[in-house]
C-alpha cells in the first residue's frame, strides 16, 4: 500500500502563487509517473500536469506556461508550483501517483483564488 499526503492549498488572490507538495511512503518501491488533477464544483476531474520517472512533463493546455510540476525521487515527492493563479483555477487539487500497475490517490487539497 502506498500513502499519499498532500498539502500547500489555501486561499490566494488572483496573480498569486502556491507550491502544492504530495508526499508518497509506504511500497514505494516503482513509483512511475506522478500527476496532480483538480475538481472544480460541479466539474469532472481533470488531468493539470503530469511527469514521469524519467522527469518528462506534460500540462494541459489551461496551465501551460504558468504551472511547473517537478519530483524529488530520494523523497517520494511530487510539486506543483503554481504562478499567476486566476480564479478558474479553483478547485480541489488532488496527486496521483503510479506504482508498477496500481494508481493511488491523495486525500485532495483546497486551492481558492479570489478575482
Known amino acids: 500500500q502506498v500513502q499519499l499526503v498532500e498539502s500547500g492549498g489555501g486561499l490566494v488572490q488572483a496573480g498569486g502563487s502556491l507550491r502544492l507538495s504530495c508526499a508518497a511512503s509506504g511500497s514505494t518501491y516503482g513509483i512511475n509517473s506522478m500527476s496532480w488533477y483538480r475538481q472544480a464544483p460541479g466539474k469532472q476531474r481533470e488531468l493539470v500536469a503530469v511527469i514521469s520517472s524519467g522527469g518528462s512533463t506534460n500540462y494541459a493546455d489551461s496551465v501551460k506556461g504558468r504551472f511547473t510540476i517537478s519530483r524529488d525521487n530520494a523523497k517520494n515527492t511530487v510539486y506543483l508550483q503554481m504562478n499567476s493563479l486566476k480564479p478558474e483555477d479553483t478547485a480541489v487539487y488532488y496527486c496521483?501517483?503510479?506504482?508498477?500497475?496500481?494508481?493511488?490517490w491523495g486525500q485532495g487539497t483546497q486551492v481558492t483564488v479570489s478575482s
Open positions: 496521483k501517483v503510479i506504482v508498477v500497475l496500481t494508481s493511488y
